[in-house]
């Protein structure tokens, strides 16, 4: 199942996210656009490598939103943050409702 959704919100505003490179530099899986509140994807990567991707530049646009620019630009922690959204993702459960009889 991939975990990367097509539409979000953050502090009141909506993002999206592309599977498009047009805009990436050739070294980057992806990226966090603060002018149009767009995360761009490259397409044609492993599913893994794409959701890894997805919650890295999630960090990005949530310390944006947040205003925290020291951890934004600090890639090394942004990477460990979302590596670890991205492993909660993968692996929560939540309890499951009871049938009405
Ligand atoms: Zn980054």
């Not at 050739?26 to 603060?34: A, F, K, L, Q």
């Not at 939103?65 to 939540?94: H, P, S, W």
């Amino acid at each position: 199942m991939k975990h990367i959704p097509d539409v979000f919100m953050l502090g009141g505003t909506v993002w999206k996210v592309i599977f498009d490179d047009a805009l990436l530099n050739v070294d980057e899986m992806g990226s966090c656009c603060t002018r149009d509140n767009s995360i761009y994807i490259r397409p044609g990567l492993p599913v893994a490598v794409q959701e890894h991707t997805f919650y890295h530049e999630l960090v990005h646009a949530i310390c944006y939103t947040i205003g925290y620019k020291k951890l934004n630009a600090d890639e090394d922690r942004v990477d460990a943050i979302g590596g670890m959204i991205y492993q909660f993702m993968q692996t929560v459960q939540y309890p499951r409702k009871k049938r009405a009889k």
